[in-house]
């Protein structure tokens, strides 16, 4: 799966005039799949309730909208939908201390991914995934088997989970799903600036650990995100969204090609999701520090690699 994230963060950013000419521009990339990324949010991390924000949350119409606009161009479309916390913490961290407490969130989780699962089934979506990165739930495992199977009775398509990197290796129920999924930002340098061979040798030392664990869970895997800012210092903490820093977007392109030369080969892996692509552009990409590659040199690297004849072949696993 070629693929490309393309953020929606308030109730109309997939309806602004310029996705489509987005769309064009991925497209002009040899990307094959968009992935999607509505979400409700709750209070706080110990909040059970977990509602649309009136601001925060794409609206289904637009949603509706930039679905049947992706597949007119071609594209194949992925849906991962996501909670987020409106107070301090982020959704890794949601928890809860009684058992009273994680059933009435894990209702609210379920009405919440039900409502994206009919809305994926009725517009046409290719892949779908039950969860992101909620990192201190994941030892639920009947809680999350129950999830998996009322999506699965809704959506009649592959299902993923997209865990936070570092934390796939000890969920046990990746049988019940069709990819095993990883935002997988590994560290990947030690400084600023880093040799490639700093970079080679990072990615070899998280390969050999990644395919023993796709050997051991018999499932394909997705990369559900990949990604580096154009910040110095990228490569250090991939996943780092908000520090400031120096604009490199240089060091962001060498970032791309060694993931992609460490990758593109593995048999395991069936897919990259790249973090991300915006709605709205940079004005002045030269001067950005944040994921996109729009406008910068990194954007090359994407078609170069992705007008490639995709070496693996096959299907997903056998969960149904």
Not at 41 to 62: N, V, W
């Amino acid at each position: 799966m070629k693929g490309f994230t393309l953020g929606g963060w308030s109730t109309h950013d997939y309806s602004r005039p310029g996705v489509a000419a987005q769309l064009d521009a991925l497209r002009s990339a040899r990307v094959e799949w968009i992935a999607l990324t509505p979400r409700w949010l709750q209070e706080e991390r110990d909040a059970t309730a977990i509602a649309a924000h009136p601001e925060r949350t794409p609206s289904d119409e637009s949603l509706v909208e930039v679905i049947g606009l992706a597949r007119s161009k071609g594209f194949e479309v992925f849906l991962k939908p996501q909670v987020d916390v409106v107070g301090p913490g982020w959704r890794g961290e949601i928890a809860f201390a009684s058992e009273d407490e994680w059933e009435a969130w894990f209702a609210s989780y379920r009405r919440f991914i039900s409502h994206y699962a009919g809305l994926a089934r009725r517009t046409g979506v290719a892949l779908f995934c039950v969860g992101v990165e909620l990192d201190a739930t994941r030892h639920r495992e009947a809680d999350w088997r129950r999830v998996i199977a009322e999506v699965g009775g809704t959506f009649p398509g592959p299902l993923t989970y997209a865990a936070n990197w570092g934390r796939e290796r000890d969920i046990r129920w990746w049988d019940a799903l069709d990819y095993a999924g990883v935002d997988a930002y590994f560290p990947v340098a030690e400084r600023a600036d880093p040799p490639r061979a700093e970079i080679d040798l990072r990615w070899a030392e998280h390969l050999r650990g990644l395919r023993a664990w796709a050997e051991r869970i018999d499932r394909p895997v997705l990369f559900t995100e990949i990604g580096y800012r154009s910040r110095a210092g990228a490569g250090v903490d991939p996943w780092e969204w908000q520090r400031p820093g120096t604009p490199a977007p240089r060091e962001q392109e060498r970032l791309y090609r060694a993931a992609f030369e460490a990758l593109w080969s593995e048999r395991w892996l069936a897919g990259l999701f790249w973090w991300q692509w915006r709605t709205a552009p940079p004005d002045r990409p030269e001067l950005d520090t944040g994921f996109t590659p729009q406008g910068k040199p990194a954007l090359d690297v994407v078609g170069e690699f992705y007008a490639r004849e995709s070496r693996r072949q096959g299907s997903s696993g056998s969960r149904r």
